[in-house]
């Protein structure tokens, strides 16, 4: 089933292994981004989120770049809306939908676009890509969380560098530093992507909505309480098991296992 915002500029499109394919589609502009197109994509992330046939999305634009940030055009428009807004907050959103969020990078991700990237769980990038960051070049204030969270995955000295300097990241050294998993032929990024995504379909979709859960609240948190955290949400889960789900876990473990040695 397709869906798309009224004026395609969002396109979401549900394939029938359990991905979703959410892309920003206003080429010809770079896919900078309205308050509509805003409120769009907000709108597909917490859509998707409630859909059970949804395990894994792909997030990516059209033509030759990701997304060049918002249209400035409009930024007025944008910018004194109510930014606290959640239900129509991109990035928001995201950070709330459970299921894994894959990002497929080319050509630039700008300012806004480079704060959605920062919101997804897995980047791939195709080479040449480019992750900018223009808030100290055009007196934007960031609100997406470049400010907080970029430092916080490459480190602090590289992210000041990036940001008040306005120079571009590439896709190379951003795989260096650990902020793209993956740099790609561009012909291949959604291949990629997809092989991403079905690797994670594969596994027990109940453990990666958790997992992936437990991982970023807890890189919100120092080490003590997130080890805490864990401890808690782990305690949780294998006190509400039965004991007939611990008898098809150990069954399935020893399945997989009697497989690999009859293959040895």
């Not at 949804?54 to 400035?72: A, E, K, M, N, P």
């Not at 769980?121 to 400010?147: N, Q, Y």
């Amino acid at each position: 089933m397709d869906r798309s915002s009224p004026e395609n500029l969002i396109l979401v499109n549900r394939e029938p292994n359990g991905v979703a394919i959410v892309t920003i589609n206003r080429p010809d502009s770079l896919n900078s981004l309205t308050k509509a197109m805003i409120v769009d994509l907000a709108h597909a992330f917490k859509t998707l989120d409630r859909d059970e046939s949804v395990r894994v999305i792909i997030l990516t634009g059209s033509g030759r770049s990701f997304c060049s940030g918002v249209d400035l055009t409009a930024a007025e428009d944008v910018f004194k809306g109510d930014v606290k807004d959640a239900e129509t907050d991109t990035v928001v959103q995201m950070e709330r939908c459970r299921k894994p969020i894959i990002g497929a990078i080319r050509g630039f991700a700008v300012t806004a676009g480079f704060e959605i990237a920062l919101a997804c769980d897995i980047l791939v990038a195709a080479k040449g890509a480019r992750f900018l960051d223009t808030h100290t070049r055009f007196g934007i204030f960031p609100s997406w969380g470049l400010s907080q969270k970029l430092s916080r995955i490459i480190g602090v000295n590289k992210a000041r560098e990036v940001s008040l300097t306005a120079t571009p990241l590439t896709a190379e050294v951003a795989e260096r530093l650990g902020f793209v998993n993956h740099v790609v032929e561009d012909g291949e990024l959604l291949k990629k992507s997809r092989e991403i995504a079905d690797a994670i379909v594969k596994n027990n979709q109940d453990m990666v909505l958790r997992y992936k859960s437990v991982i970023n609240d807890g890189i919100k948190l120092d080490l003590g309480h997130a080890l805490s955290l864990e401890k808690e949400r782990g305690h949780d889960y294998y006190s509400g098991m039965t004991k007939e789900q611990f008898r098809k876990m150990q069954e399935f473990i020893a399945g997989r296992s009697s497989k690999k040695q009859s293959k040895l």
